[in-house]
């Protein structure tokens, strides 16, 4: 319906070319197969988000791209964004751990340290890591070509400090051609 | 009868950064140009760039870098392109470069620096300038 005097506006497309109303009513619904085919929040076919709470229950983790050339600038960091609020961590990698190489290898020359976290040995992990409750936190490493290697390596500091490996959470980027396409 | 050489240029990305969108872009606008381009392709040793520049007999090298280490690699590079007898060649470094960082490398014996945003004619008016 168009009111008085109100301009009409072009239509606007979704990227697949279905024309998005400006408003959408019970009338709609009944017209994609009503609410027995959309479902419930939380079960299938998930047309109306994947959990049954979703943000109401818990919220999106907040995880900022932060670390610094060392692990112990990087173990800094990592407790302030803690001690302020942050419940997530994403930990960048400086070059040559993305390309799985030591920061001593001739290539490395001029880049351990920049871009992100120099990590050659499991102590650099558990240095970064020291005083960080792992069962509290969830760790998104972005690693890409190296992610088998510091999974691993995130796994062995766990195991090391006492932690039920079932018990921590998190992600890695894991797109293995990055660093090469 | 002779025809007029082309002017040759080699591209790489010294160091281990994979962001070559740049270099990709220059490699294109200089071949349009009219130029005779190698883009030599990532994690390039300052020892490869060199042997390549020599087997190639190049008028000009362009880095591309964008992962700050531009000062150590260019360190590296400028005494090796020397020992080469390549002192002649166009140097330009472009990418990521902060402008404190310009006149350092021009020491090393940079001949041009183009940061991020600079005109794609201007890297092709240049080359033709030095080596016209």
Redesign the interface.
Do not use: H, N, S
């Given at each position: 319906m168009k009111r008085e005097g109100e301009a009409s506006l072009p239509p606007v497309f979704d990227e697949s070319g279905v024309e998005i109303k400006p408003s959408y009513t019970p009338d709609d619904v009944d017209r994609s197969g009503g609410s027995d085919r959309i479902g419930q929040p939380g079960s299938f076919p998930f047309t109306r988000s994947i959990h049954e709470q979703m943000y109401r229950k818990r919220p999106w983790t907040m995880r900022q791209y932060a670390g610094f050339g060392t692990p112990d600038e990087t173990n800094a960091r990592f407790r302030h964004l803690i001690q302020n609020g942050q419940t997530g961590l994403n930990v960048p990698f400086d070059?040559?751990t993305?390309?799985g190489?030591d920061s001593d290898d001739?290539?490395?020359?001029?880049?351990v340290g920049?871009?992100g976290m120099a990590v050659d040995t499991l102590e650099d992990f558990e240095t970064a890591f020291k005083g960080i409750d792992l069962d509290q936190i969830t760790v998104s490493l972005t690693i890409n070509g190296a992610a088998v290697t510091l999974i691993a390596m995130y796994l062995a500091l766990a195991e090391k400090r006492g932690y039920d490996v079932a018990r921590l959470r998190g992600t890695a980027q894991n797109d293995i051609l990055?660093?090469?396409i | 009868m002779m025809t007029e050489k082309k002017i040759r240029v080699l591209l790489a990305k010294p160091g281990l950064d994979g962001h070559d969108v740049g270099a990709k872009i220059i490699a294109r606008a200089l071949t349009d140009a009219g130029f005779d381009v190698t883009y030599m392709g990532l994690r390039k040793s300052a020892e490869q760039i060199v042997r390549r520049s020599v087997e190639l007999n190049v008028d000009v090298l362009g880095l591309s870098l964008l992962s700050r280490s531009h000062l150590p690699l260019c360190r590296r590079l400028g005494p090796l392109l020397v020992d080469s007898g390549l002192d002649s060649v166009v140097w330009i470094v472009g990418g990521v470069i902060p402008e404190e960082d310009v006149d350092t490398l021009k020491g090393l014996g940079v001949d041009r620096v183009f940061p991020v945003g600079k005109p794609l004619e201007s890297v092709v008016a240049f080359i033709r300038e030095k080596v016209a």
């Open positions: 070059l040559p993305q390309v190489i001739p290539m490395a020359e001029g880049e920049r871009v990055k660093e090469f | -």
